[in-house]
């Protein structure tokens, strides 16, 4: 037990032990991060600049880019670093710092899923009542209450984590410091802190699916109502991109998270983590923007004046 308490680094194996395949894989996530910086960034910035977008509703989008930005950033510089490295280690206070911002930025990427459909719930169920409802103050309130779920949750594991002794061998089967196979190498026994991962994660998870489907059952219910083909067209296609981004976010991450012992190999898992570590955060600004008339029109205005 002393010597299990003297780790202080982490091995991550990666993806692959391939030189060929890792520089390939290098090129891939490069790649994958300079769009997701450009096109969520660039968002945020058409967002400030168009004055026909400061609503609520793109209020928590430009939010949701920025946040996107925080989470791919703490897990794709790292795996490009390590890609290029022979020695594929993360000190236990750098693992444990990125294990920490994850869980802030996961849980804050599921509270701000929850704030948009609430957002859409207001807008069309009551959109007489929209902007005295959707105040600028109340939409702070909210983002603010994002990141602090994220940080009430995060305390609360690393709390746990911190207090736990690490066995020999140091190795980390998978490309970032994530949680599972870091309680798999702990030699005290880890079952408090499953419990209080399971908990915290389980109740953000399901407090925001749960306003995700109350919103958007009164939301069906009023679009039935609404007369004409137009309005119903209207108003399914103002939630389109929102419950596409639902749906790809929880339903990998429930995966990952919440069917063991549906994940098959490692490798399957790895890839599951890839899709919502990296490529859901470089998709989230085309989803909200390629069916978005809204976006396009304030984009090629911005564009006719800079030129």
Not at 87 to 95: A, M, N, R, T, W
Not at 194 to 204: E, S, W
Not at 212 to 227: D, K, N, R, V
Request: net charge positive; aromatic share 10%; charged share 10%.
């Amino acid at each position: 037990m002393e010597n299990s308490s003297v780790v202080t680094d982490f091995i991550l194996l990666g993806m692959t032990d391939n030189p060929q395949l890792e520089i390939l894989l290098f090129g891939v996530f490069l790649i994958v991060y300079i769009v997701t910086l450009l096109g969520n960034l660039g968002l945020v910035v058409l967002i400030r600049l168009s004055s026909r977008l400061h609503t609520p509703m793109y209020f928590f989008l430009s939010n949701l880019s920025f946040l996107d930005v925080c989470f791919s950033s703490i897990t794709i510089p790292k795996t490009l670093a390590n890609l290029l490295s022979k020695l594929k280690d993360v000190s236990f206070l750098g693992c444990v710092t990125q294990m920490g911002l994850f869980i802030v930025f996961a849980s804050a990427e599921c509270n701000f899923l929850a704030s948009m459909a609430y957002d859409r719930y207001t807008a069309i169920c009551h959109p007489l009542l929209y902007h005295i409802t959707m105040t600028r103050v109340r939409c702070l309130l909210l983002v603010a209450g994002c990141y602090l779920g994220g940080l009430v949750n995060m305390v609360a594991v690393m709390t746990s984590i911190t207090q736990l002794s690490f066995c020999q061998p140091r190795i980390l089967p998978h490309f970032f410091c994530d949680i599972p196979p870091l309680l798999a190498l702990a030699c005290s026994d880890p079952w408090d802190t499953q419990i209080l991962v399971a908990g915290c994660g389980g109740f953000t998870l399901v407090t925001s699916i749960v306003v995700i489907l109350a919103s958007y059952m009164f939301i069906l219910l009023t679009i039935l109502g609404i007369p004409s083909a137009s309005g119903k067209q209207k108003a399914f296609s103002t939630c389109a991109s929102h419950l596409t981004a639902v749906g790809l976010y929880y339903g990998t991450t429930m995966y990952t998270y919440l069917l063991p012992s549906r994940r098959g190999s490692q490798t399957g898992n790895q890839m599951v983590s890839v899709f919502y570590t990296m490529v859901i955060p470089m998709l989230n600004p085309l989803i909200y923007s390629l069916r978005n008339q809204e976006v396009k029109v304030a984009l090629q205005k911005i564009l006719r004046h800079s030129s």
